[in-house]
């Protein structure tokens, strides 16, 4: 089983409440890191204007290749429902790393705090509320359901199989575990 | 209050500012720590909470939240202090209050507060005044900074200010215009972006009328139409124009509800007053083409029931007050009132739940044989015209001279408008006493600085902010943190001190279970639960079934049920505002030409116009200090690309905005989002002058003259400036 994310463009209004719900529930105090991100995405020429926003997490891929390019071994998939975990203990760290986990991603998702020689750390998908049978916080928290997360299967069975939107393109290397509904 | 386990439990609260939500948060807290924060995941409607509320967290446990009283070893300003007992402080307090009531009277103390917490029942603004009028009284303010001319407009209109419809009522819209209105920053009651989503969803059309492309436009409208601001009503007006030569109004509605339709009529044709009101009139003022007024006109009249959706930002104008007289009078015109989907363009309280203009639940209000109301009726002074009457006193034409400030609950220096007068008047005073949580930009003006607890930290009991149907008990989850104290328990310490008898003398809990059973006005949907079940629950929700909407009785027998006007009905003519006798608020509603706006001479020196916006990262000037929504996006001000084009300014750079009023310096955000000849700023960055008296921080209220609208409102989106690359030294 594969656990994953539905993002809906079209319900996204921008307001950060997902990656602020997230920094709170994980206790990241630094600033600078978000493990979800809220994106605008600007377009036109006034007065023909469009934004949309994008809010995505580690995508938790089907083939990851973050967990390839890491040297020590720090970043794994679990095998029953697919969750990214990373190993701080193992991860060896910016400063003695070039990142390679990021350089790999191709949403760079995998951050670092601004601590001396930062681990990676990333989403975990909530894995402590999913042992409560919750959602994760992000879910939980869009005041305009625009987010959903469980098995990829019954997510498509219930919102489709769009892979592609606005401001994402789906890995053909990685095959990202999140489908999309569209803007208007 | 639920308990998880032994060591954890689940407190149900909220946050009570004044952003436009009261929404709810689930504090889990551990050893007397709140270690992380849910929402609602309860029964529909939920009530989930934005990032303000929560990134909470960092608020109460921020290292820079003040601890301990202080007193000011600097000069005031420079945010020197140092740590004294509260048995010190309050002495200082009481003692001031008595020496300036003794030497200049009751009327020299002023007393500055605003909406640090709105709609709480206990703690807020009203424990002092309910301490300071039992001392005998004090120069209050009066106005507001949000909404004056909406509230001056439904009074005038509709008699009332519950003229408004559960946001459950959007998807009933067949059309939907947004003026000047972005909920999805400023959430204008909780849930309004999900309702104005399914809308959307529904395949109804909604526009947004407004110089900025908004949050709200993006994810809502199908259509975007940049206005100039303060020329908001001169297209009302001139869609009211097609309504009536195309014979789109209502005429039987208008026949039997409102008063002075045909004044009005005369008005708009231009029979009476001036040219004829066309579209192409209001073309060159408002710069919105003749066509696009001309079809809006006519969705919103056929397209019936349609919303035209308002809160303060248009009204906050030179003449802001004639721009919500407009809007109800079209609303009146498209006899979109009383009606599912339809809105009255009113003040929006909803007729459900308990009402802010009732008597419940308010501290000052439980006086001892109730408040003398002359207490309350000294010589106000507008908020607008503090600073001035502060420098200016009984030569300067006000009623008295200041002497001391006593401010809670407000951060007036950075919020209320010119900043760099603010500074020059608060220094003035002989004392000056805060109750605040951190070293805001007002806090640093203090001579005794006293430290408030968040409402975590205390028993409280919260209504929506524009009514609705819930009500949530903010359980105390935490004790006080470090020495702070509530409002209330500050002001029960001052009355003894004071040697005021009465004051409290019951407790917190004894408080809010007396405005409970009290709370009549919620009764006739649902009876309340008790006092205690109520408070262990944490959330009462009203289930209405469907939308609570103003003014059905009315529609359905007006004799039986008049307008609580004048003359009973809708006044779009007001005989009150004719015995004014004042050509700037005229008793039918009319466009006037806003001072600094496009027509003033002063546009060739400050060619630029400013609007002071509200952002999702703040409420108001609240947690502008707290890392998690700071680092979010940077503070700027928004220019089009045509603008920075010809001053050679670019996107993430900083620039210098001025006029004659002062200076700030923040990041240009070079953006197609916001219309030639207009830049804005959100408003409620904290003012951080260097020492040439150039704000660094971006507080828009420097630049903002301290003027209001004849009715009242507060300015601050006409305001000219000019901007200039910021050259580093």
Redesign the interface.
Known sequence: MQIGFYFNQSRCTGCYTCTIACKDWHDIKDGSVHWRRVTPLEKGTYPDVSLSYISLSCNHCERPLCSEACPAGAITKREKDGVMVVDQAQCLGKDMCEMFCRQACPYEVPQFGTEENPKMQMCTLCLDRFLESKKPICVDACPMRALDAGPLDDLKRKYGDLKDVEGFVCSAATNPSIIFKKRY | MSELNSTEKIVISSCPHDCGGTCLLKLHVKGGVI?????D?GEEPQL????RG??Y??RVYAPDRLKYPLKRIGERGEGKFTRITWDEALDKVASELERIKENYGNDAIYYIAYSGNTGTFLHSQLAVFRLLTMFGGFTPCWGSASFWGSLFSSETTYGTLTAGHTSDDIPNARFIIMWGWNP??TVQRT?T??YL?QA??KGIKIVSVDPR?T?????FA?Q?I?IRPGTDTAMLIAMAYVMITENLHDRKFLETYTVGFEKFKGYVLGTTDGPPKTPDWAEPITGVPAETIATLAREYATKKPSKLLTLGAPGRTAFGEQFHRAAATIAAMAGNIGIYGGDPAGFGLCPVGLQPNTSTGLIARKMPGGLPEGARQRPAIHITKLWDAILRGKEGGYKADAKMAYITNGNPVNQFMNTNKAVRAIKQLETIVVHEQFMTTTARFADILLPVNTQFERNDIVRPWQAGPYCIYMNKAIDSLYESKSDLEICTALAEKLGIKGYSGITEDEWLRSFWEDANDMSDTKPLPDYDTFKKEGVFKIKIGKPAISFTKQIKDLKANPFPTPSGKIEIYSKKLEEKNDSKLPPIPMYIEPWEGRSDSLIEKYPLQLITTHT??RTHANMANI??????EPQTIWI???DAATRDIHHGKTVRVFNDRGIIVLTAKI??????GVVSIDQGAWYNPDKNGIDRGGCANVLLKDEHSPAGAFCSNNCLVQIEREFKV
């Not at chain 2, 270690?35 to 929402?39: A, Q």
């Not at chain 2, 890392?627 to 979010?632: A, D, G, I, P, Y």
């Not at chain 2, 953006?671 to 030639?676: A, D, G, K, Q």
């Open positions: 270690t992380k924060i849910e929402t995941g989930r909470a934005c990032a929560r990134a967290r960092q999805a920053e849930n972006p999900y989503s959307r969803e492309f949050d709200s436009a993006a994810a199908s975007w940049p999702k990262r890392t998690w929504l700071r680092t979010l089009n690309p045509v953006t197609e989002r916001i219309m030639p």
